[in-house]
Structure formats: C-alpha cells, structure tokens
C-alpha cells in the first residue's frame, strides 16, 4: 500500500509542477494550491484535490511542501492572510522547497515552532531536468527527526537528500550551490567566448573539456544552449540575481568577501537592466560577449 | 602482437611519468628522456630505453612526445641544440602534450614542417589521476592524417579524444578548459568560505552541491583537499598562472575581455607572490579566505 500522507503542494511552476506531479506518481494524495489557475489545472487533470487556499492545503494535509518565487512569496503563503499558520495544529510540518535567504527562513521557522508546528527548509538544484526525472539535489534543514519523518517524501523528489544542520542549514547550502553554479556558468560563457574568438569550434572545445578537470553540469548542460542561442529559461535570470543577492548579504554578514560571486551579481544585474531578467541563465553568454 | 610504433618521451614529471608508464604497459617501446635523473630511473625500471639527448630519442623514435613545463622548454627539446628537429626526417611526428599558447605551437609547427616533420598539438586535462588511470581528455590541433595515424597512441593515454582542428587549435581548447577549471576552483573556495562562516558543514555542502547543477569535478575532487587542508601539488599554482596569462594575452588578441579569468588570474599571481606557487591549485581558497 501507498504511503497515505496527505501532501499539501503551493506553488505549480517550472520546478513546482513537476515535484507534484511526482509524488501522485508515487501514490501520495496531494493537495495543490497556485495563483494562478493553469498550474491547478494541469495537476487535479493528473489526480490532484484542489484547495482554495493555502490554509485549505494545509488543513487536508499532514505536510505541506511550498515551491514559490521568493521570500515575499513563502512569507504570504505561510505566514500571510489564509496562510498556512491558520491551519497550525500539532503534528503539522511546514517543508518549504524555495530558494530564500537563511534569516528569513530562521524567522518563518520560529513563528512556526511558536504556533505548535514544525518547518523544514528543503531547497533544491538540479533545474527542471531534475525535477522531471526526479533526480533533484535536496538539501535540508531543521530538526532531524522531522526531516527523516519526510525523508521519503524527499526520495520521492529526488536523487540525493543530504541533512544539513538546524533550520536555516539548508539555504545556506543552498546559497553555496548558487555561487558554485553562477561561476561555472560564467566559466562556460568565457570559455565559448574565448574559443569562438579564437576560430575553433566550440562543440569540439565543450566535448573535451567536459570530459576531464574542467567538468561541469554547466559544461554538459547550459553550453550547448548557448551555442544554439537558445535562451529560454530553466532558471531564470532574475532568480539567479536574487539568489546571489542572498549569498552576498550572507556573507557580509559574517564578514566575508566573494570576489567571484559579486562579479556574477554585477553581471546578472546588467542583463536584468538589459531587459533579459525572463531568460534562462544561460544568457550569462551575452554578458561576456558585450 | 603488440603496436611496434617506436615512442620517444621526453619530460617525467607529475603527468609525464604515469603517461609513459601507461605506453609501456601497452606494450609500446619507449624511449625516455629527462633533464633530472629520477624520471629516467622510475621509467628504465619500468622497461623504457634512456636516450641521451631529445634528440637521440628522436632518432630512435616514430613518435615524439613532450610533456614539459612551458613553451622555453619545449622550444629547447624541440628546436634547440640537440633538440628534436636535429633528429628531422620524413615520417617522424612531434607530439606536444605540454600546455603552451597557440601562437607559439604554430610557430614551432611551422619550422618542424619546413624540417620536413609533422607536429601536432596535444595537450591534456585530468590532472595526476586521469594520467595515472589512463583516463585523459585530449585536445588535439594539427592534420587530420597525422591525427588519425597517432590515434592509438592518445587512445591509451585518455578516455577522451578530440580532434580539435589545425594547428593550435588543441592549445586553444586547452586555454578555455583552464579558463573553465580555475573559475570552477573560485566557485569551491568562495562556497566553501560562505558555507564555513555560516556555521554549517562544509562536507555536508559539498554533498549536496556535488549532486545538483553545480556539480564539477572540482568540488569532487579539490573541495575535499580544501577542506583537509591537503595543498600538495597536483596541478600547481605557478602552471595555472602561466596558462591564464597565455588565455588572457589569446584574448586580448582577438579583442575579447574576460572578467572571470582576469579575476582568476590576479588571485593566482596574488598567491604566487605570498611563496605558494609550488602549491596545488586548491590553495586558491586561501585567495579567498584573505
């Protein structure tokens, strides 16, 4: 038999409709809740109950996982008018799967814990491949023994789930995985950059590089996009920039200077200013080219 | 019965010494040459002849390969006094596996071809480890024929190879993947810094990054040197300073500006100025640690 945990699931885009979608795979009963109506509609067409509220989710689920845009967002949905904390009542875990910053996660955790619940920060890597294929980086934080009640919600999602520490520990590995990923993004963009320049074709330099020290999921994955000038997005942009704006005020905070990782903002944030904010961070390229 | 092609092997360094190895193991005869004795010693041992000269292991040879430091050293095995091109006659290849700039490749190309002789570029990445297990990608610039004729010779030292384009071209594809490989090694540091001054576990970070689309074969294989505080020499800072400077000046001659690397490489001129130039490329944290 299934496991019969009911699943809350607030927040149906790129990343979030694919998650949900596994976990009915999977047998679980899930319970969506969107802004908008085309995520609702693709899911309850897969088996999904619709709530009307993110209180209504959570008050016909044992845990509710949220996958929206940025703090404001997860603030709302928790937090907010017919947030989740109106259905607070023991037992319930909130597992937020956003990329926002520790702080913030920290305080949504307390207003939580305050009200009788429990919270999981859980944000993911691995793009939409990832979260199609279920093949998802997961890192997570919070109390441990919350996190290994979920832990098979966890696998349902993903490849690798990886326990990071108390509440907050999760978006600070998260915010490492975004400085890892924007400077081997710009290590493509420059190395295609270079080559081109250079008269060699770039498939041939991706190949060999992609194959010993230089390795990367961003060699592998965003290069031939950029080669094929497609720049639709898997990530966007926008949230790229966010992400770093989080990795930068963390680190200032405790005192610490990321040269590469405040290039990457400034260059994330030209291509915003161009008006290219909506594109995937593959266009990263055209911040290198001029 | 085994390949009889004759190779000559002239530099036993960090990767040279496992890549002859990996020849004689194939059951190629080899013929070594090297400015110190303990190369030479390690590989007679191992069943190659010693030569007394490049030259003389020219003259004994169908294939010539150089490992060496930087293009003065392949400038004086290949035209230098006793050098390669003394040995010049119809038939016989120079393979240079060194990293040096495309320019000066062409160069030496040209007067090894007007000698009569064939070169081609083949320089590699992959570190110690993918010398040792025979699993390099090569990037390789010159003929197509002579490409192809040399094609078991790379088979047995990588796993990937790549026929680049004409001459140079295997160096250019070499300068972007050590553009890729020293901003995919910023990216370690400045997540590892960010993560530490968090207070959340580093190893538990490169876990879960390590599995997601920030994965490299740096953060496999230089964040844990990082975080055990292990700098011995795999790659060494002096080397990857001296391959962005080749990358840089490439650049700017085809009038290309690239942040990232300038970035990259006034960190490693940085490190080599405080004496850590003999150290491994993993000392880049300490760049960024301040």
């Not at 996190?147 to 690798?160: A, Q, S, V, Y």
């Not at 194959?211 to 094929?228: C, H, I, R």
Request: hydrophobic share 40%; proline share 4%.
């Amino acid at each position: 038999m299934p496991d019969q945990t009911r699943i809350g699931f607030i927040g149906l885009g790129i990343m979030g409709r694919p998650m949900a979608r596994n976990l009915l795979k999977a047998g679980y009963p899930v319970i969506v809740w969107n802004r908008s109506r085309p995520g609702i509609e693709a899911l309850t067409a897969d088996g999904a109950t619709e709530a009307v509220s993110p209180r209504d989710a959570a008050e016909q689920s044992d845990v509710v996982v949220t996958m929206v845009g940025d703090h404001t967002d997860v603030e709302q949905v928790t937090l907010g008018k017919d947030g989740i904390i109106e259905a607070a009542r023991l037992g319930l875990v909130h597992v937020d799967m956003s990329t926002i910053s520790p702080d913030v996660t920290r305080r949504i955790a307390a207003e939580l814990d305050e009200a009788g619940m429990e919270m999981l920060d859980a944000p993911v890597s691995g793009g939409e491949p990832g979260a199609i294929n279920a093949a998802l980086s997961i890192m997570v934080g919070g109390k441990e023994d919350v996190f290994e009640r979920c832990r098979p919600i966890f696998e349902t999602l993903g490849k690798t789930v990886v326990f990071c520490g108390p509440s907050g520990s999760g978006q600070v590995v998260k915010l490492c995985n975004q400085v890892v990923g924007a400077l081997n993004n710009l290590a493509v963009s420059e190395a295609i950059t270079l080559c081109t320049s250079s008269g060699v074709d770039p498939r041939k330099m991706l190949e060999a590089v992609g194959a010993g020290a230089a390795a990367s999921w961003m060699v592998t994955n965003l290069g031939p996009k950029m080669l094929d000038q497609d720049f639709r997005a898997g990530f966007k942009v926008e949230h790229q920039l966010k992400d770093l704006r989080y990795a930068l005020e963390t680190a200032s905070g405790a005192d610490v200077n990321l040269p590469g990782t405040e290039l990457t903002q400034r260059a994330f944030a030209a291509l915003t200013d161009r008006g290219l904010g909506a594109e995937g961070t593959q266009a990263l390229i055209k911040f290198v080219r001029g």
